[in-house]
């Protein structure tokens, strides 16, 4: 059975990031009762307490209206990671490259970035770091994926002591003011892309980093092992889910049985987190051909059988519906924003 949690499910300790970004909040003259207003978490957080994510993203939401700054999302993102999470935590900070930083960072995302879920690939001289909406956050989503982009930029810098040259695509139009972004992520910027991903030449992955120890990574990866593993939320645990069977033609009632529950409960779950089944299947499709047309460089018809459609029409049909672009112009883009990571 997949493991998975709902967004009203407490799972993230209060006096990690749900405290950190209280602090922030409180620095910029925020009151508790602005930040923490309909969280259920007006009392305070307790320190030994369990936030819900469905909560801690009504706090981010608060803090971003009340601060009613630019820079809000960027400066919570330099509180996020390495966090405070005991073994993972310590394992991020003594991770001897920036491979296998990304895997931690991957393996252990429901710890360590609960609201998100990093996915780590890499091929033919480019590495990608592409994020995924673990609970459903349509309204903050934007702010989500600076906030997780900048937390990954800044331990970056600080564990290899030098900026990484980076490049950002976004999945949404580029905002009125783009300062923020060139100040906390750099001038390197393209929107209107079809994912919120993170691009860098993958000769960086293996290089050393001067302040790590691979024995210490490794006792601490070993040590992290052993703790009670916490399940990602809905969202990322289908994301993967769908990944991995995605020519299999997956549907509603098999996906159901295999996350444990009925078809009109799986439905329902999925209706509380914005978000419906077929639009989880679109998005992972649109994925995966994205993959096959840049990295395999495959053609129409190679694609529409990979994903079990009847014939190349449909599948550009499909595919214009899902990213309102036929593959050619897709293709065409990809071979820009990729060169440019060259």
């Not at 009151?31 to 819900?52: C, F, K």
Request: aromatic share 8%; glycine share 8%; proline share 7%.
């Amino acid at each position: 059975m997949i493991a998975w949690q709902p967004a009203g499910e407490p799972s993230i300790p209060a006096r990690q990031q749900p405290a950190l970004a209280l602090e922030y909040g409180r620095s910029r003259d925020a009151l508790d009762d602005e930040l923490l207003r309909d969280t259920g978490l007006l009392t305070g957080l307790a320190p030994d307490g369990l936030v819900s994510p469905s909560q801690y993203l009504q706090q981010l939401t608060n803090t971003l209206r009340a601060l009613d700054s630019p820079d809000t999302s960027f400066m919570l993102g330099q509180l996020l990671l390495p966090g405070h999470d005991g073994a993972v935590s310590h394992a991020l900070v003594q991770a001897p490259t920036l491979r296998v930083l990304l895997e931690t960072l991957c393996r252990f995302h429901a710890r360590l970035t609960p609201l998100l879920r990093p996915r780590f690939e890499s091929w033919d001289g480019v590495a990608l770091v592409y994020w995924v909406d673990a609970f459903g956050a349509p309204g903050v989503k934007a702010a989500l994926v600076e906030m997780h982009m900048t937390a990954l930029v800044g331990l970056c810098r600080w564990l290899g002591g030098e900026r990484l040259p980076w490049r950002f695509c976004f999945n949404r139009g580029a905002p009125r003011h783009v300062e923020q972004h060139h100040v906390h992520l750099g001038t390197e910027l393209r929107f209107g892309c079809q994912l919120d991903a993170m691009l860098l030449p993958s000769s960086w992955l293996d290089r050393p980093w001067p302040r790590a120890s691979e024995l210490a990574a490794r006792l601490a990866l070993q040590e992290a092992a052993l703790e009670a593993p916490r399940a990602p939320g809905i969202l990322a645990a289908l994301y993967d889910y769908l990944l991995e069977n995605v020519r299999a033609a997956p549907t509603l009632e098999r996906a159901a049985s295999d996350f444990g529950v009925s078809p009109a409960t799986f439905k329902r779950q999925l209706l509380r987190h914005h978000t419906h089944f077929q639009g989880e299947l679109d998005q992972v499709r649109t994925h995966v051909a994205l993959w096959l047309l840049q990295v395999e460089r495959a053609d129409n018809e190679a694609v529409a059988r990979y994903l079990g459609f009847h014939d190349a029409a449909n599948f550009r049909r499909s595919f214009k519906r899902w990213t309102g672009l036929t593959p050619g112009p897709i293709r065409a883009a990809l071979d820009g924003e990729l060169g440019w990571v060259g």
